[in-house]
C-alpha cells in the first residue's frame, strides 16, 4: 500500500477541492491569448525546459486517449510474438496496473536503469528481455484517475507521443545530450560518458555558446547549501533541498571553476536557498514580474519533486504547477513563452514503441548518414551498443501556441530542445550528430503560430499534493496479476499536428535467385528510421536511416528464411509496410503511393498465369478484388475521406495464401488532422 492513503489524502487537499477545483496556473496558462507579433517561431521570446525524472511515456499515458499507446494497432510482432508479452522465463507479463490505492502518491519501486541492463532488455531490437533486466515492476502504469493533473495538461496544451530520450541509459547521459548535444561521444572533454560518473568534463555546452552569442540564460534551482560543499558542484542529501544533482552543467570543470562574476557562476551555479526561508520559485517569479525573465531557462527541482522513482509523481504535479504559476504571474510574459515538460529517462519502465537506433554493421541496416558518433564499441564494463535513441518519455508543450489537446507525432528526443532553440536564436550546436538530425525533428512541428486561440478548460488543482512530510518512503513494489491481459485505451481522438513525412518502401523479388529487396525512402522534407522484423528469421531485427530527400534498399536470402519471405517495415506515426511471400515463385507486386488525400496502389504481375487479388480495408471501406493479367499493370485510387486520411490496407491472392502486402499510415498534406482512428478502444 502507498503511504498517503484515500482518507488521508482528502484530509490534507480538503475533499471539495481535491479533484473538482481548477488550478490556478494552468487555467491562466489556457486562457491567456498568444503573442501574435510575426505569426512565426519570432513569437517566442522565452523557452523554458522543466526535465523531470525517469518515466516512459506508456507508463503515464499509455492509456490517454488518441495517442499511440496501448491501443496501438501496429505494434510490433517479432518471430510471431507480440511486444507486449514479456516473459519473465515461465510466462508473460504485460502492462498492469498495480492493485493500490492513490497511486500517483505512491511511493512505486526505482528499477534498474544503466547502459548494461537497459541494452539487455533491448536486445539489439529483439525487444524482449525487459522482466529480466529489470524485474517485474517494469510492466507497471499509472492512469488518468492516478495522475490527472498530467492528462490535463496532456488534454489542454500538445503532448508528444514520439519523444524518446537521448541515451539507453541513466540520468546524466540523457541530460548532457539535453544540455550539452551529445555525451562527449567523441572521445573528448572527457567522454564518452556512459553512467551517472559525474567525473568532471570539458567539452563546450550549449549554454556557453549562448553566452558567446548573447543570448541570455539561466538555470533556476535551489542551491540549498549543496553547491557551497567541497568542490563547489556537488548536492545535498535532503530531498526537500538543492536540485538533486539534475543540473549536469555542474559536472563540467568550467562551471565548477567559475567564480562569481563570471556567467557560468552567476547563471549556472546559484538559486533560491530553502535553507534560508526562501521558497523554491521565488526567484523564478520575481524575475517573470519584472521583466527579466530570460530567452531560455531550465528549471531543476529538488529529488522529491522531480518524479523519480520511489517520488510519488504527485508530488512532481504540484511543482509543475507552481512552475507554471510563477511563469503565468504576468500575461505578458506568459504570452512570448514556451515551456517544455519532459523526463530525462525512463527509469526501468517499459515502452513498447522500440526507438531508432543507427545499424551497427551491414548485418544490421544501413544508413545513408554516417551513424560512427552513434555507436560505442564497448569497453571492459560497458558491452558495445548504440547510444540511442532512448526509449520514449513524455513531452508536453505547454504555451499559448499549442493549446487544445493536440498530439504532435514526430519522431524527437532531447537534441530536438537544443534545435527549436537554434531554429529561434540562430545559435548551432554542432555536437549534434548528422544521424539525430536525420531521424529527430526540432519540435516546430508541436507549435501552431497562426493567429489561433481555443477556450481555456477546468483542470484538478494540485494542492494535495504537497508532501505532507519530509519523509522518504519505503518502496511500494506492485505484484502483477495472475492473468494479464493488454489494457485498454480511453475512448476517442484528439487533433494532430501536421507533419513533413512522406515514407516510402516498395518490396521487389528476385524469383530465379530467390532475393527480396525492400527500398526505403522518407520523402523530400523530413528524413526518417525504418525497423524491420520478421517473422520466420531469427538475425533481426534491421535498422534503416534515409536522410530528407535520400533512398536505401537491401536484400534478404529466401535460403535463410525456409524458403519464403517475411518482412514488416515500422516507421513514424505508425507507418507500416508488410511483405510476405514465397521467395523462389514469380508472381504479384503491389505499391502504394500518396495520391492528394487518398491512396493509389498499383498492382503488377510477374508470374505466368492471371491472379486475383483482394483488397480489405481495416477502416472500414469498401473491399474490391482486382484481376491482373500476367504481365499486366492495374492501379487503384482508395479514398481516405472516411478515416482522416488514415489507411490500413491488406492485399491477399486467391491463388497463393501466402502471399500479404499490408500497407498503413497517414497521408500528410501540411493539414491538421485527428489521431489513427484504429487506438480508438473501449
Not at 503491389?590 to 496502389?601: F, K, M, Q, S, Y
Request: charge should be negative; hydrophobic fraction near 35%.
Amino acid at each position: 500500500m502507498p503511504e498517503v492513503n484515500r482518507r488521508r489524502f482528502l484530509q490534507l487537499a480538503g475533499a471539495t477541492t481535491a479533484f473538482t477545483a481548477l488550478s490556478s496556473s494552468i487555467q491562466r496558462a489556457a486562457a491567456l491569448p498568444a503573442n501574435h507579433r510575426t505569426g512565426s517561431i519570432e513569437d517566442v521570446e522565452h523557452i523554458v525546459v522543466l526535465m523531470q525524472e525517469n518515466r516512459s511515456f506508456d507508463h503515464y499515458f499509455g492509456t490517454l486517449n488518441g495517442v499511440r499507446g496501448f491501443g496501438d494497432p501496429r505494434s510490433v510482432t517479432q518471430n510471431n510474438k507480440s511486444v507486449w508479452k514479456q516473459s519473465n522465463g515461465t510466462k508473460d507479463i504485460l502492462p498492469f496496473h498495480p492493485d493500490a490505492d492513490d497511486l500517483g502518491l505512491a511511493f512505486i519501486q526505482d528499477l534498474p536503469h544503466g547502459w548494461n541492463d537497459t541494452h539487455t532488455a533491448v536486445d539489439a531490437g529483439k525487444y524482449d528481455k525487459w522482466v529480466p533486466a529489470k524485474g517485474t515492476t517494469t510492466m507497471a502504469y499509472l492512469n488518468r484517475d492516478d495522475i490527472p493533473f498530467h492528462y490535463a495538461l496532456a488534454d489542454a496544451f500538445t503532448i508528444c507521443d514520439a519523444y524518446h530520450c537521448s541515451f539507453m541509459g541513466s540520468t546524466d547521459p540523457n541530460r548532457y545530450y539535453m544540455w550539452t548535444g551529445y555525451t562527449g561521444n567523441d572521445g573528448q572533454g572527457g567522454g564518452p560518458v556512459l553512467g551517472n560518473d559525474e567525473a568532471g568534463y570539458s567539452w563546450t555546452t550549449y549554454p556557453e555558446r549562448l553566452e558567446k552569442a548573447g543570448v541570455s540564460w539561466k538555470i533556476y534551482q535551489d542551491v540549498g547549501d549543496g553547491l557551497d560543499a567541497a568542490g563547489g558542484w556537488g548536492w545535498i542529501q535532503d530531498a526537500y533541498r538543492g536540485n538533486y544533482g539534475d543540473n549536469s552543467l555542474l559536472y563540467f570543470k568550467q562551471y565548477q571553476n567559475a567564480q562569481p562574476g563570471d556567467p557560468l557562476y552567476d547563471k549556472a551555479r546559484t538559486g533560491t536557498d530553502a535553507t534560508k526561508g526562501e521558497g523554491f520559485f521565488d526567484q523564478l517569479k520575481a524575475d517573470v514580474k519584472a521583466g527579466k525573465l530570460p530567452q531560455i531557462s531550465w528549471v531543476v527541482a529538488p529529488e522529491a519533486f522531480t518524479e523519480h522513482p520511489n517520488w510519488p509523481a504527485n508530488y512532481g504535479a504540484w511543482y509543475v504547477s507552481q512552475v507554471l504559476d510563477a511563469l503565468t504571474a504576468d500575461p505578458a510574459v506568459w504570452a512570448k513563452t514556451a515551456v517544455f515538460i519532459t523526463y530525462d529517462e525512463n527509469d526501468g519502465f517499459f515502452d513498447h514503441l522500440i526507438p531508432p537506433f543507427p545499424p551497427s554493421s551491414a548485418a544490421q541496416g544501413k544508413s545513408t548518414v554516417d551513424p560512427a558518433l552513434d555507436l560505442f564499441a564497448g569497453n571492459a564494463s560497458h558491452p558495445a551498443g548504440a547510444y540511442g535513441l532512448g526509449q520514449r518519455v513524455p513531452m508536453l508543450v505547454v504555451s499559448p501556441w499549442s493549446k487544445g489537446g493536440y498530439v504532435c507525432s514526430e519522431t524527437l528526443d532531447h537534441t530536438s530542445i537544443i534545435r527549436f532553440m537554434e531554429a529561434r536564436f540562430g545559435v548551432h550546436e554542432p555536437n549534434i550528430s548528422p544521424w539525430r538530425r536525420a531521424v529527430s525533428g526540432d519540435l516546430t512541428a508541436a507549435f501552431d503560430f497562426s493567429r489561433k486561440d481555443t477556450k481555456p478548460v477546468a483542470l484538478p488543482s494540485t494542492d494535495g499534493y504537497r508532501p505532507p512530510d519530509g519523509n522518504r518512503h519505503p518502496d511500494y513494489v506492485p505484484t502483477p496479476p495472475a492473468n494479464p491481459a493488454l489494457p485498454k485505451q480511453e475512448r476517442g481522438s484528439r487533433p494532430t499536428r501536421p507533419l513533413k513525412y512522406a515514407p516510402l518502401v516498395d518490396g521487389s523479388l528476385d524469383a530465379a535467385a530467390g532475393k527480396f529487396t525492400l527500398a526505403f525512402a522518407s520523402g523530400a522534407q523530413a528524413g526518417a528510421a525504418f525497423l524491420v522484423t520478421s517473422n520466420n528469421r531469427a538475425d533481426g531485427p534491421w535498422s534503416y536511416t534515409t536522410e530528407a530527400g535520400k533512398s536505401v534498399s537491401d536484400t534478404w536470402n529466401s535460403v535463410y528464411s525456409g524458403g519464403s519471405y517475411d518482412l514488416t517495415v515500422h516507421g513514424p506515426n505508425g507507418f507500416l509496410r508488410t511483405f510476405q511471400g514465397p521467395g523462389k515463385v514469380a508472381g504479384p507486386e503491389v505499391t502504394a503511393r500518396p495520391h492528394g488525400d487518398d491512396i493509389e496502389l498499383t498492382f503488377t504481375n510477374k508470374g505466368s498465369g492471371t491472379v486475383k487479388l483482394k483488397v480489405a480495408d481495416g477502416y472500414g471501406g469498401r473491399g474490391r478484388t482486382f484481376t491482373v493479367r500476367a504481365g499486366a499493370t492495374v492501379t487503384h485510387i482508395v479514398h481516405l475521406n472516411h478515416s482522416e486520411r488514415w489507411y490500413d490496407l491488406t492485399v491477399t491472392s486467391e491463388a497463393d495464401a501466402s502471399f500479404v502486402r499490408r500497407f498503413a499510415g497517414h497521408v500528410e498534406n501540411g493539414e491538421p488532422g485527428v489521431s489513427d482512428p484504429a487506438i480508438i478502444t473501449v
